[in-house]
């Protein structure tokens, strides 16, 4: 089965531009999971959907990021405006309730703002 | 609220030799435990699973883990590493409620040489 697409693979971009993210999941899973990767740390969850639903968005900034999934399939995670402490690789996972609950995960999206 | 607590952020050893990758955790409530590896410029990818059952989990690429609950711990093992192994190992938890969000240890870095 095809993995879990995301792109693009890298953006650079300046303080106060906007950005946006793109991810497709694994065919059939409904779970969605959107995380941030610091350089030197373990990922960190930002928000997590359930088909086109929020299940959490506790830890997502939504004074400048928002997400979306519109059709219960693919998402976009939007950065506006994106600050230097958002440099990170922007993960996107899916998991289905009959895996096992293992989630997987797409090759990621590195950010630098500059 | 739970956390995950990876006591190495770099372990460097010689190829042939066996390694362990220490993973603590604390919770209020029964968990999931998972390791990961990523690869350089990779998503993560999932190495083991512990949900319950026997206490020690056999994974991929020869790896395995036991689950110990009195001391909270879910070290990861390989009795003979080899150069490919090298790679960032991260530890997750999960109580698999609220969508089975996982909490990311900081990452150990496993340095092989040769």
């Known amino acids: 089965e095809a993995g879990v697409a995301q792109s693009p693979r890298y953006k650079i971009i300046e303080k106060r531009q906007s950005v946006a993210f793109w991810c497709n999941p694994i065919s059939g899973h409904a779970t969605l999971y959107w995380y941030q990767q610091i350089l030197g740390q373990g990922p960190k969850l930002l928000i997590q959907f359930q088909n086109n639903g929020v299940v959490d968005d506790s830890q997502l900034p939504k004074d400048r990021f928002s997400a979306e999934r519109l059709k219960g399939v693919d998402s976009t995670l939007k950065i506006q405006p994106a600050k230097l402490e958002d440099s990170a690789v922007y993960l996107c996972?899916?998991?289905?309730?009959?895996?096992?609950?293992?989630?997987?995960f797409g090759p990621g999206t590195r950010l630098t703002v500059t | 609220a739970q956390s995950v607590t990876q006591l190495d952020s770099q372990v460097p050893v010689f190829e042939e030799a066996p390694v362990e990758l220490r993973c603590n955790y604390s919770?209020?409530?029964?968990?999931?435990l998972f390791w990961y590896v990523q690869y350089p410029n990779q998503g993560l990818q999932l190495l083991l699973k512990?949900?319950?059952?026997?206490?020690l989990v056999k994974g991929i690429n020869g790896f395995e883990a036991e689950f110990n609950k009195s001391q909270t711990s879910f070290h990861l093992r390989k009795p003979s590493v080899h150069i490919s192994d090298t790679a960032e190992y991260f530890c997750a938890v999960s109580d698999g409620n609220a969508g089975n969000m996982l909490t990311f240890g900081g990452g150990t870095r496993l340095m092989v040489k040769p």
């Open positions: 512990y949900l319950s059952g026997s206490t």
């Open positions: 996972a899916s998991s289905s309730l009959h895996r096992g609950l293992e989630q997987y």
């Open positions: 919770s209020s409530v029964s968990v999931y």
